[in-house]
């Protein structure tokens, strides 16, 4: 069945580092895939969406790129602020409807 | 501007006392999700609305029920919460998802922290 697999966390960095978290999926066809990010006691905030291959999201300087021959959607941000500190989940929606949530990447920065 | 709007953001009941949440939305989606989020954890499916059309996931207990009165409004019933019941509850609406093609996102609300004594 479907299913996305995401980097195990937590993922701690300083502040202006590089930022990558993995996700790969597994899918019948071709799904559309999201980021969302989740600060503490809120709930889940799209952060970037890619709706075919090759397609690339992007938002508040974060970038995913669709990747088909890799089955992956890797979230990348080239210089982390404390503010990003949060949870990211990738998503996959494909098909028959199905919402498949990663297991979530906790991400702290330190000043 | 257009939302989702949960309420209560905290709940507290007793053990096996019926409690209900709520969830509004001005965005005029035709779908509306309940989710449980417990620490550290994914988001969990419960059920889901399309229109008027309830979908419930095979492996959400009975004692979790769902009423939509109108596009606006969706209520999530625990009628006997037990301990393992405490957790975050998440409502979300999303567009018509379609036959095919691209997916709609989902829009969340901030969520209601149940906590049960």
């Known amino acids: 069945g479907d299913s996305v697999t995401q980097m195990e966390g937590p993922v701690t960095l300083s502040e202006e580092a590089f930022l990558t978290i993995n996700c790969t999926y597994t899918?019948?066809?071709?799904?559309?895939l999201f980021w969302y990010v989740q600060y503490p006691g809120e709930g889940l905030q799209l952060l970037l969406k890619?709706?075919?291959?090759?397609d690339k999201g992007s938002n508040k300087g974060f970038e995913a790129t669709y990747r088909k021959e890799t089955t992956s959607f890797h979230l990348e941000k080239g210089s982390v602020q404390v503010s990003d500190s949060a949870v990211y989940f990738c998503?996959?929606?494909?098909?028959?409807?199905?919402?498949?949530f990663g297991s979530g990447t906790r991400l702290s920065i330190r000043p | 501007d257009a939302m989702v709007i949960q309420n209560p953001r905290y709940q507290v009941t007793q053990f096996g006392k019926p409690v209900t949440l709520s969830c509004s939305q001005t965005?005029?989606?035709?779908?509306m999700y309940w989710y449980q989020q417990k620490s550290s954890q994914a988001p969990k499916l419960l059920f889901h609305?399309?229109?008027?059309?309830?979908?419930n996931e095979a492996d959400t207990p009975d004692n979790f029920q769902s009423r939509r009165p109108n596009t606006s409004f969706c209520f999530l019933d625990i009628r006997s919460p037990g301990l393992g019941d405490a957790a975050m509850y998440l409502c979300?609406?999303?567009?018509?998802?379609?036959?095919?093609?691209?997916?709609?996102?989902?829009?969340f609300g901030d969520g209601t922290r149940l906590s049960i004594l």
């Open positions: 979300a609406t999303s567009r018509d998802p379609g036959t095919g093609g691209a997916k709609q996102p989902q829009h």
């Open positions: 899918a019948t066809g071709y799904p559309s």
């Open positions: 890619a709706t075919k291959a090759d």
């Open positions: 998503v996959s929606y494909g098909s028959a409807s199905k919402i498949i």
């Open positions: 965005l005029n989606h035709n779908v």
């Open positions: 609305y399309y229109d008027k059309d309830f979908n």
